[in-house]
């Protein structure tokens, strides 16, 4: 087996591990779907995090970066029929969960925070 044939199998076995999100223009985003969701857990966490701080009058710390895939989703992609079918292929969206507005990141590509703070009333 020649070298180039066994670089062009272990392409092949290394991107059927990854997920693939197809850009225009032909080109594509790979990425690693344990990662991905692992990152997409830790963003929501410190997301939830600074929302704990700032009910507390704690100081904020910089706001955490979301990850590189939904940059990816929402700078890559032209339509909301593409964002959207790759925000439900890369994981199931819970609006009431999800750490950012999923309407404006469909809609308008732009990522944008969301409060995990629920006012309560005193009576």
Known sequence: MSTRTRLA???RLARAALGELRLPGGG???????ETSI??????SERMLE?????????????PDPPEVLRVIGGGLPT?????EALQALYR???PL???DVEELLESGRIVPKS????????
């Open 9 to 11: 199998r272990l392409q």
């Open 28 to 34: 594509s985003h790979f990425f690693d779907p344990r």
């Open 39 to 44: 990152a997409l857990w830790r963003y929501g």
């Open 51 to 63: 929302d704990y701080r700032e009910m507390h009058g704690e100081p904020s710390e910089r706001p």
């Open 80 to 84: 909301r029929a593409a964002r959207e």
């Open 93 to 95: 969206v819970d609006k």
């Open 98 to 100: 999800c750490p950012f």
């Open 116 to 123: 995990f703070r629920v006012e309560v009333e005193e009576s």
